[in-house]
């Protein structure tokens, strides 16, 4: 039978932006400062599960709520499962905005919001996908769970707990990338450098603190240094002239005995570093060529960022640029910075890396680069390895083909640097909902999604789970 699932997403178009709006309207950051026994990532995060999950009860589905870091929502009867996985957290909203990020709004067909692209809009889309289903009485012969979680942005925590405590899927999706489809993702781990302890020495100029960056996986928009002792008179010339010179925004102010300065770049995605302007790296640079006289651990800590970090998104710098034919460049992106006199002096570095290296070797590597007797360099967190299902896979095929149909496009395969909850599954995959050649405004100011993008994925979704679920 066929069934015209493009009219029934159509006709589920209000609904979905008043759906969206609320959903997008939860700060949902994860904030473990505030955890509870009942929010073990922060409020935010839980509230955004519990709302997800209401709003299915609200449509009649049977749903679960695992320990509130995660959720799932049902349809469909059968052995096999297959999965839907998203994600109902954000990264934090930053600086940028021209409109509150939590409070949507909606401008030429495009709602405004932080989450609106990443993960909520398409998220959305899936689960209007198994209302279209399940009110158009589409026979399933596998389970359907929509399965969410609330730490994707960090560590997963959410998503791990739930792999742990309930079955688990056979194959499936994620709506959390871009159309065609992503059935290869690099390896992602990150590597903090810490700066061994440096002798002190008379200096003219001491740095008392330098911060950049407030998640692994975004380049930092922003970079602060505060400075005590001498200033040379002309080092705010000196500061604007790098600042034109380098196309980037900078300011010096005199705060009693303390000099601040701020320089603000571009921010990016950390998987694309290219396209942001690196404000800690910038930062170093300045500081590093400046006239100042610093002290020397200021001095060792600007010139390990200025020689190994600076302008380099391919780890050359440091060694660790590798590519594979079919993965392509390892990226690497100085994300986190943070110096103190007394307390730590550390970098953390967000690495995409293709298949045929590892993090142990990058690990290795960049420690040797810059030199054992300066640095120690570790894994921070758990490293997650290269992944990829054959593009013969016949998930893969199917959900090409069902793009092509949708869309009258040309599908084929593609490999990211980003990290999507299709990695979890042997046999997952990411699949849209940004369209081709779309800006990736992810985790970007002013983030958003085109209304009109909703409602097609919704319709490429409901088809793309009646074919894998039949």
Do not use: C
């Amino acid at each position: 039978m066929d069934y015209d699932f493009t009219t029934a997403a159509n006709n589920y178009e209000d609904a979905m932006i008043a759906d969206l709006k609320a959903l997008v309207a939860i700060d949902s950051e994860r904030d473990t400062d505030k955890a509870t026994t009942e929010a073990p990532l922060g409020p935010g995060p839980a509230a955004a599960i519990k709302h997800a999950l209401a709003m299915a009860q609200r449509d009649g589905f049977t749903t679960k709520n695992v320990e509130n870091v995660a959720g799932r929502i049902e349809l469909g009867s059968g052995d096999d499962i297959l999965g839907v996985l998203g994600h109902v957290d954000v990264v934090p909203a930053g600086e940028g905005w021209e409109t509150d990020p939590f409070t949507p709004v909606i401008k030429d067909g495009k709602m405004y919001g932080r989450g609106t692209a990443d993960d909520k809009g398409p998220t959305i889309a899936a689960y209007y996908a198994l209302k279209i289903l399940r009110d158009l009485n589409v026979p399933l012969n596998k389970r359907v769970h929509m399965i969410l979680g609330s730490d994707e942005e960090s560590e997963w925590y959410g998503m791990d707990r739930y792999m742990a405590t309930e079955e688990n899927p056979t194959f499936g999706f994620s709506p959390d990338a871009e159309f065609p489809i992503i059935n290869g993702e690099k390896g992602i781990a990150s590597f903090l450098i810490s700066q061994k302890r440096v002798a002190p020495k008379q200096a003219a100029t001491t740095m008392t603190s330098f911060d950049a960056g407030i998640r692994p996986n975004m380049v930092p928009v922003s970079a602060t240094a505060k400075l005590t002792g001498t200033i040379p008179a002309d080092l705010a010339d000196q500061l604007q002239t790098f600042a034109m010179t380098n196309d980037v925004t900078a300011d010096l102010t005199a705060n009693g005995s303390e000099t601040v300065i701020t320089l603000v770049g571009q921010g990016a995605h950390a998987s694309t570093p290219a396209i942001g302007t690196n404000a800690g790296t910038y930062l170093a640079a300045f500081l590093n060529a400046s006239s100042l006289d610093l002290d020397p651990a200021a001095t060792a800590y600007l010139a390990t960022i200025t020689k190994y970090l600076h302008r380099d998104t391919t780890g050359t710098l440091l060694g660790i640029n590798y590519a594979d034919r079919k993965m392509g460049e390892l990226t690497a992106s100085p994300d986190i910075f943070k110096f103190s006199q007394d307390g730590k002096q550390t970098v953390l570095i967000n690495v995409r890396y293709p298949q045929g290296t590892s993090a142990d070797a990058i690990r290795d590597q960049i420690e040797t680069a810059i030199g054992v007797d300066l640095v120690d360099v570790t894994i921070d967190g758990h490293a997650q390895e290269p992944h990829y299902v054959p593009e013969s896979d016949p998930l893969v095929q199917t959900l090409l083909d069902v793009y092509t149909e949708h869309t009258g496009l040309p599908g084929h395969e593609m490999i990211i640097g980003g990290g999507t909850y299709g990695r979890i599954l042997d046999r997952g995959v990411a699949f849209g909902a940004q369209m081709p050649g779309a800006p990736d405004i992810m985790h970007l100011p002013n983030e958003y999604i085109k209304i009109e993008d909703v409602v097609r994925a919704a319709a490429i979704y409901a088809d793309a789970i009646y074919r894998l679920a039949k």
